[in-house]
């Protein structure tokens, strides 16, 4: 069965850092393109950055030159690192990865979530 983990969450103080890991473990053929959502409390669930297995980033406008995106692809890992980060980032941060566990079967998998508050 196909996991996700996460890590890399906690409490910063605004301005600071933080580095998000997510490790893919399971039955998988490939990946195909592998991201980050976040959602804070009382909205919705937004796009954070993604990654395709060609490894071109796209980022939320709100995130683009703080934020960065990497894959390891011999790892099934995906990193976002964090800087300059503000209490509007405080969210929940849910990986995903859009994976082939055969040849055939395409799916999106998510992680269990990890929080970063960044306080101000």
Known sequence: QVQL????????QAGGSLR???????????????GWYRQAPGKQRELVAHITSGLIADYADSVKGRFTISR?????????????LEPEDTAVYYCYADLFTTQWQRDDYWGQGTQVTVSS
Do not use: H, P, R
């Not at 998000?20 to 592998?34: D, K």
């Not at 390891?72 to 300059?84: E, G, I, W």
């Open 20 to 34: 998000l890991s997510c490790a893919v473990s399971g039955s998988i053929f490939s990946i195909c393109t592998m």
């Open 5 to 12: 983990v996460e890590s890399g969450g906690g409490l910063v």
């Open 72 to 84: 390891d692809n011999a790892k099934n890992t995906v990193y976002l690192q964090m800087n300059s």
